[in-house]
């Protein structure tokens, strides 16, 4: 059973890192389309790039925990 949950934990963890990179061009494509619809003035772009930069930094941290996590279960499991 233990091994049956590894797996699927690995899953999660694989689908946490093949996401990153739709989350970024998200980040990068909201920026653009809060500028292009004068819903942000031109002055406040680098700060609406801070933030959705941060947002999406969030997406990483759950990717690097969620490996660190399956590390920690596998170890675990070869322990016994």
Same mark, same amino acid.
């Given at each position: 059973? !233990?091994?049956?949950?590894?797996?699927?934990?690995?899953? =999660?963890?694989?689908?946490?890192?093949? !996401?990153?990179?739709?989350?970024?061009?998200?980040?990068?494509? =909201?920026?653009?389309?809060?500028?292009?619809?004068?819903?942000?003035?031109?002055?406040?772009? !680098?700060?609406a790039k801070r933030v959705l930069n941060a947002? =999406?930094? !969030?997406?990483? =941290?759950?990717?690097?925990?969620?490996?660190?996590?399956?590390?920690?279960?596998?170890?675990?499991?070869?322990?016994?």
């Open positions: 059973m !233990t091994d049956i949950a590894i797996i699927i934990f690995a899953v =999660a963890a694989f689908f946490y890192i093949v !996401t990153l990179p739709v989350e970024y061009n998200a980040s990068s494509r =909201a920026v653009q389309t809060l500028r292009n619809e004068a819903i942000i003035l031109e002055s406040e772009k !680098t700060d947002a =999406a930094l !969030t997406y990483l =941290a759950a990717a690097l925990m969620a490996v660190m996590q399956l590390i920690r279960f596998l170890m675990w499991r070869n322990r016994d």
